[in-house]
């Protein structure tokens, strides 16, 4: 029977035992989606991608039924039930007539559009106390969800490997294309190290049979927020897509909540899994799942620019969205499972604070900046401009020792939290380092300092700027550089290996790649 047929006579109101008022049909590459009013019916392209396979009557009803029975896990109340599409002797097509049966389809309720979690999102309506729900719903899901046997391999290190392994192959191709060469080979890098140290982890996770037949597509727009918490159009095709880590499943959905924005309920969504799964390990592999499925986003974005026909305007939207998704796989792989401490030291205008915020932000590391620190202590808005004299006023020495000691004790807070921290600051005196020497050995803690130079010509360009900036906290500028030059104690008291110099005005971005690596793969 011709597609084309059915799909002719699905669209008819007519065609339904409920009568709709209209019939909206939508495609996928794998369904067609008939919405009727209260009713949605999908059915199954005649397709082969080698990952499914819908070419036979017969797997298109096996496939139905899988959905159905796999979707019922977490929305019962939707998947109805799978009716046959019949075929009379007259040729015309039925749901509830007499005939040979041509074609099956899954019945669905519809769900409520404005009730979807993405919608919410984006209506600010998602709070906590949603994403709490949302949590709960996986976390008991996963608890029952079925284990052991066939399910278990999928969450070998040998799986794993393989499927990094074909990751990196598949995305060769793709270098300074849709993703950076240095963002390659340091994902590349960070997966090999990480499996390298984590295979007795690994194996745990099998033992303790946290390898599950999951969702597999647990994004935003399969989750809906209604009287209950309704998730829906797992994968029915192909096991190998539903088996794996709960932590995995976890990690793609607050993956997800990053790439689009929202990574504070990203961050409630783990707090209340947590909670609910009482799963300790779960925390180490998130980052590693996240860089995982971020880097496969990317790399099936990429795999559409290898379509000649695709026009131009559209080759660059998918080069912007593939980077996205890789760069954000970078930041995955770069950011810090333990607690740092690093600092900023160099004169006004050396880019130390446009450092600081870009390493913070790839290695997950919360910035303690000493320009708003020192104002919040005097109460003073951070904007605020104070033109003192070098030495005088807000900056006399005394302000400044207790706004350092004030960044070191914020500092210890984080650390013990168990959260790595940059101080943002000048730290142009060895007694105000020895202060964060001191407190990185007391808590054993990694220690690293960034330097920031820059030629005079380009500092002066700087600080011209900065004066027209009313929302910059720094009251750093030109007339009071040479002074502080000359207050300047050059770093000697520090190892070579924790010390990097910058210098801002000359790559420093390559500079930044380099520090960023140093400092993370010395952590794994």
């Known amino acids: 029977m011709n597609h084309s047929s059915i799909v002719e006579s699905m669209t008819r109101t007519d065609f339904y035992p409920h009568k709709p008022q209209s019939v909206q049909l939508v495609q996928t590459h794998i369904s067609y989606v008939f919405i009727t009013g209260n009713y949605v019916y999908k059915v199954k392209k005649p397709v082969n991608f080698g990952f499914l396979d819908f070419t036979t009557l017969e797997k298109r009803k096996f496939y139905c039924e899988e959905e159905l029975r796999l979707n019922r896990r977490l929305a019962p109340s939707i998947y109805l039930d799978v009716v046959p599409v019949l075929q009379d002797n007259s040729g015309n097509l039925s749901l509830d007539g007499t005939g040979q049966v041509i074609e099956y389809a899954v019945r669905m309720k519809m769900l409520p559009l404005d009730k979807m979690l993405k919608i919410l999102l984006a209506q600010n309506q998602a709070d906590e106390k949603i ?187 998918i080069k912007k969205t593939a980077s996205k998704y890789f760069d954000q796989a970078y930041t995955y792989a770069a950011r810090l499972e333990k607690p740092a401490l690093i600092l900023t030291a160099g004169l006004i205008g050396s880019g130390k604070s446009y450092q600081a915020q870009r390493i913070a932000a790839r290695l997950g590391a919360d910035v303690i900046r000493t320009d708003i620190l020192r104002k919040e202590m005097l109460r003073i808005q951070p904007s605020e401009k104070h033109h003192e004299s070098f030495g005088q006023g807000i900056y006399a020495p005394d302000v400044s020792q207790k706004t350092y000691e004030k960044a070191i004790e914020l500092a210890a807070e984080k650390i013990q939290q168990g959260r790595p921290v940059v101080i943002d600051a000048s730290f142009k005196n060895r007694s105000d380092r020895s202060l964060a020497v001191n407190l990185s050995e007391r808590l054993r803690v990694p220690f690293y300092i960034i330097e920031c130079s820059c030629p005079d010509d380009v500092v002066k360009i700087r600080l011209e700027k900065r004066k027209l900036d009313k929302d910059n906290p720094s009251d750093g500028r030109w007339e009071i550089l040479q002074e502080q030059k000359n207050q300047y104690e050059e770093i000697k008291e520090i190892p070579d290996n924790c010390c990097f110099k910058v210098d801002t005005a000359d790559q420093p971005e390559i500079l930044r790649q380099n520090i960023i690596r140093k400092i993370k793969m010395a952590e794994l």
């Open 131 to 317: 994403m709490n729900a949302v949590a709960e719903k996986v976390a008991r899901f996963h608890e029952t969800a079925e284990t052991g046997g066939k399910i278990d391999p999928m969450g070998s290190i040998q799986t794993i490997r393989h499927n990094t392994d074909e990751n990196f192959a598949q995305t060769e191709k793709y270098i300074d294309v849709t993703i950076p060469a240095y963002q390659f080979h340091f994902i590349r890098e960070y997966v090999k190290k990480f499996l390298d140290s984590s295979k007795d982890l690994l194996e745990k996770r099998i033992a303790q049979h946290k390898i599950r037949d999951c969702h597999g597509d647990l994004h935003l727009e399969h989750i809906c927020v209604a009287d209950d918490i309704i998730i829906f159009d797992c994968i029915e095709f192909n096991e190998r897509f539903r088996y794996g880590d709960v932590a995995a499943e976890v990690a793609f959905l607050t993956m997800d909540l990053d790439y689009n924005g929202y990574p504070r309920q990203a961050e409630d969504f783990v707090h209340a899994y947590l909670r609910y799964s009482e799963d300790a390990d779960l925390k180490a592999l998130l980052n590693f799942y996240r860089c995982y499925y971020a880097y496969v986003r990317g790399k099936v974005i990429s795999f559409r620019l290898d379509q000649k026909e695709i026009p131009e305007n559209e080759r660059a939207e």
